[in-house]
């Protein structure tokens, strides 16, 4: 267990494929904790006890939904969104959140090097790294420009890069990662 998160060794393309999908995986805990945070934000809106819950009817939950969605909306333009998140996300949640996404974040950044170290294996730490560079780069330019068509042409330089790691051959026979 402790190869596939440590930063040596090589894949083929075939292996980070795979566990750029298992990424996916991974990061199901970090998905059910903000579903969850989310939940009981809205349900300490809806004025409402779980156990009453049962009987109600479609057009009732909808309506205790809309009104909770209204409350929220109003008290967060009312005292600002830094001021409402830090009023309604407590130190837990963020903990929980935090710690949920280092596992994800480590064996995403391993993967992504072994797959780096098997291209330039020589030059692999400046490569790795030029290659985050890049990457991050084009996500803060593509999610912070507000234009459609630089986000998209950043996706694609990503997705670019990406296809270059899958698909280009290795100079190494047998990989070790």
């Known amino acids: 267990m402790k190869r596939f998160f440590t930063f040596n060794g090589t894949i083929s393309g075939s292996t980070f494929i795979l ?3 298992f990424s996916i995986v991974l990061s199901i805990p970090f998905i059910v904790i903000v579903f969850a945070m989310l939940g009981t ?3 300490s809106y809806m004025d409402i006890d ?4 049962d009987g109600m009817s479609m057009e009732e939950s909808n309506a205790l939904g809309e009104d909770a969605g209204l409350k929220i909306a109003e008290e967060m333009m009312e005292i600002g969104p830094m001021a409402w998140f830090s009023q309604n996300i407590s130190a837990f949640w963020i903990i929980a959140t935090i710690l949920s996404l280092v596992p994800v974040m480590w064996f995403a950044l391993a993967t992504y090097y072994k797959r780096v170290s098997a291209l330039f294996y020589s030059n692999r730490v400046k490569a790795f790294i030029a290659f985050f560079i890049a990457e991050l780069t084009l996500d803060i330019v593509g ?3 507000g234009n459609d068509t630089v986000y998209w042409i950043c996706a694609l330089i990503g997705l670019g890069i990406f296809g270059y790691l899958l698909f280009t051959d290795s100079p190494i026979g047998e990989h070790d990662g």
């Open 50 to 53: 779980l156990a009453a819950a």
């Open 41 to 43: 934000i809205v349900f």
């Open 143 to 145: 999610l912070s420009s």
């Open 19 to 21: 566990r750029s999908l």
